[in-house]
C-alpha cells in the first residue's frame, strides 16, 4: 500500500486518503496500517495543512451558501442556514484559537 502524499504544497485533506484505504483495501484506519495517526505523520513531513479539516470545510461550505446567495436573494432558509454555518465557524475557531492549532 503507498504511503500519504507528502512533501506537496498543495492542499491535502486527510478524509479522502482515510476514504481510500478504507473502501479499496480494507483498512477501517490509517493508524493501523502506519502505527501512528495520518495528521501526525503529514505534520511531521511538513505537509499538513495550516487550518484543521473541519474548519477548512465549513469555511467552503459558507462561501457556497453565500455564492447561491448572491444569485437567489429571496431564499430565506439559506439565509438562515448561513447563519447556522458562520456561527459554527466562529465556535470552532474560538476552541481552535484556545486550544492553540490557530493563531
Sequence with gaps: LEEPP????SRFLGSPFGLKKRDKHGIPQVRFL????LLRIL???G???SIPED???LIKKA???RRHLDVNRKDR???FRLILVESRIHRLSRYY???QKLP
Design 97 to 99: 484559537r484556545r486550544n
Design 63 to 65: 462561501l457556497s451558501i
Design 6 to 9: 507528502v512533501g506537496k504544497k
Design 77 to 79: 432558509d439559506s439565509k
Design 34 to 37: 502506519c502505527g501512528t495517526k
Design 47 to 49: 505537509a499538513a495543512p
Design 55 to 57: 474548519l477548512y470545510c
Design 43 to 45: 505534520k511531521k513531513n
